[in-house]
């Protein structure tokens, strides 16, 4: 895999011509009507079995006939055994596609783009549900095995099976979640990947799982189905310069449309500390990419923000939280580009009108002070 040299990259000068309604067009499909995204967001929905419930089925259609250009589903486990969280919906088989089909249809028939994120859990899978976890290699802290080779084999095909599934339904396309600290990541990680086989060691053994899934993605579906990449540069044991380099052979490489960069905080600096100086997006910006587009998703929280991050260099932002305050964010925007979501917290009330159901309510309130009690 071929190093970047940090030094060369640009950081693009800020535009005073960005507009976040202007329709993006990527290499292949269908173009996105506007730059504002609906991140593929945990919400806990799903039946026990990933078959897709009704609570899930209507907070996606409201994100979607609120306006975003694209709409992702949550991350959809491709084996049984790499469910990450609670209600989380599948992929992994054909018992699924009624329920994927109606998804993809609905984001179609209100006028926004589709895409079915894929993910495993790896070791951040739950023991309760799938038993001992699997990684890339054994974790004394999660209990989970490192993966046999014919496992790895079977998990790249298992990916490229449930794009293949997602396409039948129906989607625009996919995106591979190798973000997070989820089994992608921990092949990438050089901390919790000590494999000896073609899978580790070196950054491009680490990266050759991700690199197969998208080749294979690419291969065996139709010309025009769009294919993106989520990555996270930092923690899990990950070296932001390694994930740059990661990004610049795929995007070198042009099998995926869209480099979907999840930063957590899309204007910070890098958290090591020799490597700051120079704003952790621009890492990523720099890169060339000719026509594949770039997202950032992190503390993306008002229109403002949302604008901010294409002046920065990205070609798209994607939003979390506020799209999960307010439904038609892309909406509000449009009529008032200095909209601001409500202030935290909200009450479960507000959430339920808002399109979440109950199992969706109960996981926001995990999170530190968006729920009013």
Not at 74 to 91: D, I, T, Y
Request: glycine share 10%.
């Amino acid at each position: 895999m071929q190093g970047v040299d940090a030094m060369t990259l640009t950081v693009p000068e800020a535009s005073t011509r960005v507009d976040l309604f202007a329709p993006l067009t990527l290499p292949r499909g269908p173009a996105w009507p506007n730059r504002l995204v609906l991140a593929p967001l945990t919400n806990q929905q799903s039946h026990a079995d990933g078959t897709l419930s009704d609570d899930e089925y209507h907070w996606l259609m409201m994100r979607a006939e609120g306006g975003f250009g694209l709409t992702f589903t949550c991350a959809a486990h491709v084996q049984a055994n790499g469910q990450g969280f609670a209600g989380q919906l599948g992929a992994f088989g054909d018992a699924h596609l009624p329920g994927l089909r109606r998804i993809a249809d609905g984001i179609r028939a209100r006028g926004s783009v589709s895409c079915l994120q894929l993910h495993h859990g790896g070791s951040r899978a739950m023991p309760e549900t799938v038993g001992t976890p699997v990684s890339a290699s054994a974790d004394a802290e999660t209990g989970a095995r490192a993966m046999t080779l014919d496992e790895v084999r079977q998990l790249r095909d298992d990916f490229i099976t449930a794009a293949k599934r997602g396409e039948a339904a129906g989607f625009d396309g996919v995106e591979v979640h190798g973000a997070h600290g989820y089994l992608l990541t921990q092949f990438l990680s050089p901390e919790l990947n000590r494999r000896s086989d073609c899978y580790g060691g070196s950054l491009e053994h680490r990266a050759r799982l991700i690199m197969e899934i998208l080749g294979g993605i690419r291969a065996q579906c139709r010309p025009d189905f769009q294919v993106g990449l989520r990555l996270s540069p930092e923690r899990f044991g990950l070296k932001l310069l390694e994930i740059r380099d990661v990004a610049a052979e795929v995007l070198r490489k042009r099998q995926i449309d869209y480099l979907d960069m999840s930063l957590w905080n899309s204007f910070g600096d890098p958290v090591e500390e020799a490597l700051r100086g120079k704003k952790l997006m621009h890492y990523f910006t720099g890169l060339a990419r000719g026509n594949i587009a770039l997202g950032a998703a992190g503390k993306l929280r008002s229109a403002k923000d949302a604008l901010r991050a294409l002046e920065e260099g990205c070609d798209f932002a994607l939003i979390g939280r506020a799209a999960i305050l307010v439904h038609d964010f892309p909406r509000r925007v449009r009529m008032d580009p200095g909209y601001t979501p409500p202030a935290l917290p909200v009450s479960a009330d507000y959430l339920a009108k808002e399109g979440l159901g109950p199992a969706f309510i109960d996981y926001m309130r995990t999170w530190k002070g968006f729920v009013a009690e």
